[in-house]
Every structure is written in structure tokens, then in C-alpha cells.
T-cell receptor, first 113, second 114 residues
């Protein structure tokens, strides 16, 4: 079945460090791919998305490229801030009757000043 | 209000209680979802409603009963829950069933079952 695998956390970095959170997926067909972020005490917010192969999603300095050949959608940011501390979820979207999101297990990111 | 709202934000209930979670979306969407978020587990899709019709029930125990009276409101009725049902319950909505539409999430209801 469809699934998403994220790198296990927690991830702890210093401010201004480079960030990569790996995400790979298994899907039949051609899913859309998403990164969601969850700040403490809040629901999930869409961070970025890509709907087809080679698309690059970007937002708030974060980027991810839809790589069909490696079935990956790794999240990157060149210089992280303390305010980026949150849990990050990779997800794919499948259409089975209605749209369904399949999530990875989440990666907790902590940025130290 | 804008976006997706959920009430209550926190709920503590005994195993014999009956309670309901409410979700309301002000985005004009026509698909709504319930998810369960437990510690150290991926988000689990529980129910999907599209145009007020249930299109997905992910083998959820019958002690959880959803209701979607219109496209803006979604309820999750709870009865005789177990302690392992303690979790964050998230509601989401999306514009139609298309696979590339993002889902907008509410802040969640933190449920504790004693």
C-alpha cells in the first residue's frame, strides 16, 4: 500500500545550520507530495507541496523537490532559525473515493540559539 | 472566525461518558476529515466526508461515531471509550476531492480518557 518514511528524530541543530529532513514514499500512481509543520499546541499547517515529478515546492526558506526516480521529497533549508522548531510531517495524497493524505511519522526539530 | 475551528480544545472523560467533538470550517470546502494523532505514531485517518457523505471509514471502532450535518460542520461522537483512545483529534477540510488540494487543519482536541 501507499506509505511515507521519514528520517527519525529528534533532530537538534544550532541556529543558521543547514537542515535536511529525508522523506521517501511508496505509492501506486502519481501522488502529490506535501510537507506539513506542527508548532507546539497547534494543528498542522501546510509548509509546501509539489504535484508532479521535478516540481519544487518552496516556502519560508524551505524547499523540497519531487524526485520520481528516487521516490523522495527531502525537505531542506539553508539557515534555520529558533522559530523553525516544530514537528515536520511528510505526506502524500492519493485519490481513493476522496482525497486521502498518508503521513510519515513526523520529525521533531529543535533549533538552539 | 476563519479557517478550521475545533471545540473543545481539551476534554477529560471517563470510560462511561458520552461526549462530542465539534469541528467547523469557514473556508467553503466540501470535504472534511477526522484524524487521530497519538504519541510516536503517524497520523491516522479515521473518517472522510465528501459532500456530506461518508466515503471512508478506516476500520475505526464503533465507539467513535461521526456526523456531518452540512458541509461546514463535522462532529465526532464518543461513547464508552478506552484509555488508549487518549490522543489529539484533528479535523481537516479541503476543497473538493482532487488529490493535489491541500488539507487545512484545526488546532485539535486533546482528549484524555480516564
Amino acid at each position: 500500500g501507499d506509505s511515507v518514511t521519514q528520517m527519525e528524530g529528534p533532530v537538534t541543530l544550532s541556529e543558521e545550520a543547514f537542515l535536511t529532513i529525508n522523506c521517501t514514499y511508496t505509492a501506486t500512481g502519481y501522488p502529490s507530495l506535501f510537507w506539513y509543520v506542527q508548532y507546539p499546541g497547534e494543528g498542522l499547517q501546510l509548509l509546501l507541496k509539489a504535484t508532479k515529478a521535478d516540481d519544487k515546492g518552496s516556502n519560508k526558506g524551505f524547499e523540497a523537490t519531487y524526485r520520481k526516480e528516487t521516490t523522495s521529497f527531502h525537505l531542506e533549508k539553508g539557515s534555520v532559525q529558533v522559530s523553525d522548531s516544530a514537528v515536520y510531517f511528510c505526506a502524500l495524497s492519493v485519490l481513493q473515493g476522496a482525497q486521502k493524505l498518508v503521513f510519515g511519522q513526523g520529525t521533531r526539530l529543535t533549533i538552539n540559539p | 472566525e476563519t479557517g478550521v475551528t475545533q471545540t473543545p480544545r481539551h476534554l477529560v472523560m471517563g470510560m462511561t461518558n458520552k461526549k462530542s467533538l465539534k469541528c467547523e470550517q469557514h473556508l467553503g470546502h466540501n470535504a472534511m476529515y477526522w484524524y487521530k494523532q497519538s504519541a510516536k505514531k503517524p497520523l491516522e485517518l479515521m473518517f472522510v466526508y465528501s459532500l456530506e457523505e461518508r466515503v471512508e471509514n478506516n476500520s475505526v471502532p464503533s465507539r467513535f461515531s461521526p456526523e456531518c450535518p452540512n458541509s461546514s460542520h463535522l462532529f465526532l461522537h464518543l461513547h464508552t471509550l478506552q484509555p488508549e483512545d487518549s490522543a489529539l483529534y484533528l479535523c481537516a477540510s479541503s476543497r473538493g476531492p482532487l488529490g493535489y488540494n491541500e488539507q487545512f487543519f484545526g488546532p485539535g482536541t486533546r482528549l484524555t480518557v480516564l
